[in-house]
């Protein structure tokens, strides 16, 4: 293929219009706003360097001091004590607001509206190399990533000043000294007091390390799908996001809902309402007003010729798409065609891929969504295979709602890496989540989950045995309720997810998609978690060979997380109690003790003898 060698448009606006000239997309007055928007943000990064604003805060925190140092130096100290002058406290978002940076954009708005399309077409228009996108599952296995190698470096450091340190620990050997100088009457009368000074800088939180790291990679974060889930992983993204605002960066991101909806009933809600405030403040929303799914343009049903979702019953057809794209990837058949099974992986543990042919990777649903996988298999499996076969798709009702979350979880994957997937399902596309939901707006979690378990028979209670309609047996819904009517879990947040991923399957499966899609898959140097430990220890330097070279296929992190071969000491013995510190073991503790020395052989006997018997 010929590339051009005329100069490429960087004109964001220019684009759009010859995407739609093109016949690409469709003309569409609310993307235009949203387009003109994203220029003016561009322009304003156009010479935008982040070391510009705060240089010291990207060097050495070990040789540089930096204004997150908890303890002042004398002279401040000094000066803020005579002062009388007020003192305003500034809340988390306040703080982030006086920043003189620039500030990004949160971009939301209904699934299939534009919303990725028109900020990825916006990040090729931006010429610095220091930009980067990322969907959330991949930047928070990268945090975590960075949260743990920031933890061995900073423990390693410690063993080496440990080891080099003239001070030891308190050893029998000091004791000992100490035991002499008393006898010998060496030691002081008094001791004078002596005020420890403060240290000339304190250690920086691991979330300032990690996001010192994101920035002196890419100051230009596009954030995809922004969403806070579960308390631990929003909390960490919370804490290192806001010290990557603090250090220059700028985060442009999508999102289906407001902030102020991102995490409105989630658990412990009150620790990331600052965060939200800052998100409010550092990525203004730019709301996208159409309701109409550009990715259902053209949408016929799954009769479409050259359509991707298939149903039961057409086993032939989908093994024939299979090896049909397991030899059309090169336009040729090689020795990568044959078919055979394959073992990846992922954290130290292998992940079985039954079926795979060239770069095409066949699955059942179970064996995707009922395992224990996560975001990481999943990331794993698009980076290997351009195109994915899916059979055996349930219907997915309220009580599989865990399988659903997986298979969205690997949709979302599937799509980041413009995959090709090939799905056989008990049903059409609309009609696979939550045909058994009522569109009640006050449904509580468990309430629903029982009453979708009990939909599938009537299961009368014990009291109503003997009733009269005993043998009645309740049908399920025949009509699939709509998503938009859906809220059976707390704060909607499966609702999005679950129109998100019904969009994307529509996409994906449609004949347009199966022609015009480029896979994209990550590099191997972002995917850090198929390497295992023992490769890690060859990259790091920190841990010797396992003798066990199976240990390290399924160890599963065992060592790291146990931090063996760290440094000295690598972890002390257990304690050992012995029976004199629990009470009611021993019965022999004399007869300073009495009665309750003597346990309950105190009682047993009236003929006991002793001072304390009391049978005496």
Known sequence: MRYSTLPQPTDLLERYRGMVA???????????????????LQKELLDYSPAMVAPHLLDNPETSSAWW????????????????????LKSHADELAELDTPKGLLLTGPPGSGKSFLVDLWLSCIPTPHK??????QLVLEIYRGVWEETQCRMRSANRKLDQSDEGPWNRSIRDQWRQLVRTGSLPLAWRRHSAPPPSKSTPTIAFSVARRLVLHHWLLVFDEIQLLDISSATLLADVLSWYWRMGGVIVGTSNKIPDDIYKHGVQRERLEPFVEALKVRCPSL???????WRQRGYAGIDEVGRTWLLYGQEEEFRRLLRTFSRDQLGQTDLSTEERDRDLTVFGRRLRVPWSSGGVGQFAFGELCDESLGPADYLTLAAHFHTIGISDIPVLKLAARDQARRFISLIDALYEARCKVVCMAETKPEELFF??????????????????????????NVSAYDGPEVSRHVDAPAK???????????????????????SRLIEMTSPAYIRTAQWAPLSEETRTWERGPIAHAEASHSRPRAADPRAAESDDFA?????????????????????????????????????????????????????GGVGE
């Not at 980067?132 to 599952?137: I, L, Q, V």
């Open 22 to 40: 093109a016949g690409q997309i469709e003309y569409d007055e609310d993307q235009i706003r949203v387009v003109m928007q994203l220029r003016r």
């Open 69 to 88: 140092s908890e303890h002042p130096t004398a002279e401040s100290a000094s000066s803020d004590s005579d002062s009388l002058a007020l003192i305003a």
């Open 132 to 137: 980067t996108r990322k969907h959330y599952n």
């Open 287 to 293: 709301v996208m007003r159409s309701e109409r799914d």
């Open 435 to 460: 045909p058994d939901a009522t569109p009640d707006e006050d449904v509580d979690v468990m309430l629903a989950e029982s009453v979708s378990e009990t939909q599938d028979g009537y299961r009368p």
């Open 480 to 502: 699939a309720m709509a998503l938009d009517t859906l809220s059976i879990f707390s704060g909607q947040e499966e609702q999005f997810a679950f129109k998100r991923a019904l």
């Open 559 to 611: 060592s790291e997380a146990a931090y063996v071969g760290l440094g000295a000491g690598v972890r002390p013995a257990a304690p050992r109690l012995k029976a004199d510190h629990v009470w009611g073991v021993r019965d022999d503790w004399g007869k300073g003790t009495d009665a309750w020395g003597q346990r309950a052989r105190a009682y047993t006997s009236v003929t006991q003898k002793g001072s």
